[in-house]
């Protein structure tokens, strides 16, 4: 006897639900592994049994990021009916809050969140966490990576409180990371990520954050260590480190650039982005090439020119570009003067602190 069609069985909040999870082409089991939730839970949700839980919403928020204010409103849609008079209250400073970060009105939003979080019982909920994450979203947004160190520190308070699950706190604490690294430098984010590593040993989240702290400070014999981790596991990280690697292998002196180039090429090869959106593995793969012949000079000035025009502002097109003219016997005056100006003063990304010193010392023993 053929199965019924799981759609039709599909109501009210889990009928929208169900569309988020066709989209992700997963069944079941694999969506509720992604929400942290049991599978008969997902089922239950979509079947108009039972209203998503705080946990649920909150991981599809995550999954689906440019979705949150949509997602909001359809739960408010399907579910208004059967609210308490405190629910109600509460779906409607949430979708103040979604709209106002959503047309930009962030010191509005951050007020309105502020209120939010008085309002709030004495005692952890599910709500005061919503509260505190929306609050360091916009604070990062505002640039207000002080303030932002201690919202995501209440954070992880209130979902430890909460017996969050682990994935969860996981991305709390690399928010928290993150905002410390803006706020106080590397060496409070590295304190901040060695602490989360206590607590979750070998962490692949963590594990890649804590490499690429230590890349950008140029500690490129820890940033590999790290690295092992993350590079031992099929995860979704798996691109992102083989790019590291590969950086790491190509500016460390004594390791075969041959390597670098194996790492980069897999990794722009296996994304399913457009070279592009890893401008700066290309960057430096083309520099890699260069240096071990596998294409000419000429070759590779049109290939970061090509780089250039779609990324324009990114600092480390000029960088490498400028290696390879070292690397070529350039003067000062091919040219030093242009590629020097734009690496330094463009921000998308911007170099690290230890390729701004190598710059200058490559200046500085550039022939005249």
Not at 110 to 119: K, L, S, W
Request: aromatic share 8%; glycine share 6%; charged share 25%.
């Amino acid at each position: 006897m053929p199965q019924q069609n799981t759609h039709s069985r599909r109501r009210g909040f889990g009928v929208y639900l169900g569309h988020l999870r066709d989209s992700r082409n997963e069944n079941q089991e694999a969506f509720a592994t992604q929400l942290n939730v049991s599978r008969s839970l997902l089922a239950s949700v979509e079947n108009g049994e039972r209203k998503p839980s705080a946990i649920m919403l909150a991981q599809l928020d995550i999954l689906f990021p440019d979705r949150k204010h949509e997602i909001a409103e359809e739960v408010e849609k399907y579910s208004e009916a059967s609210l308490t008079e405190e629910e109600r209250a509460w779906a409607t400073t949430r979708r103040k809050i979604e709209g106002l970060i959503a047309a930009n009105a962030l010191l509005e939003a951050a007020n309105a969140v502020i209120e939010a979080i008085i309002d709030q019982p004495v005692g952890a909920t599910s709500e005061e966490l919503w509260l505190w994450l929306r609050k360091g979203e916009i604070e990062t947004m505002l640039g207000a990576f002080t303030a932002s160190v201690e919202t995501y520190g209440n954070a992880w308070e209130t979902a430890r409180s909460l017996d969050r699950p682990r994935s969860a706190v996981v991305t709390i604490w690399d928010q928290w990371i993150c905002a410390e690294l803006c706020a106080y430098g590397a060496g409070a984010a590295l304190r901040a990520v060695n602490k989360a590593l206590h607590e979750f040993p070998r962490d692949i989240c963590l594990s890649y954050r804590k490499a690429a702290i230590q890349w950008g400070i140029g500690d490129l014999a820890g940033a590999l260590v790290s690295l092992t981790v993350v590079l031992k596991r099929d995860s979704a990280l798996l691109t992102d480190a083989l790019c590291l690697r590969g950086l790491i292998r190509a500016e460390s002196g004594h390791l075969p650039r041959r390597e670098a180039f194996e790492d980069l090429d897999q990794a722009l090869s296996d994304s399913d982005n457009p070279p592009i959106e890893h401008a700066c593995a290309a960057s430096v793969r083309l520099w890699v090439a260069f240096t071990t012949e596998r294409i000419s000079y000429m070759e590779a000035m049109a290939a970061f020119n090509a780089l250039e025009q779609a990324s324009p502002r990114n600092a480390w097109i000029f960088y490498y570009r400028g290696r390879c003219r070292i690397d070529n016997h350039a003067t000062r005056g091919d040219g030093y003067n242009e590629w020097t100006h734009f690496a330094l003063m463009f921000d998308e990304p911007a170099l690290c602190r230890w390729q701004i010193e190598q710059l200058k010392y490559d200046l500085d023993a550039a022939p005249e």
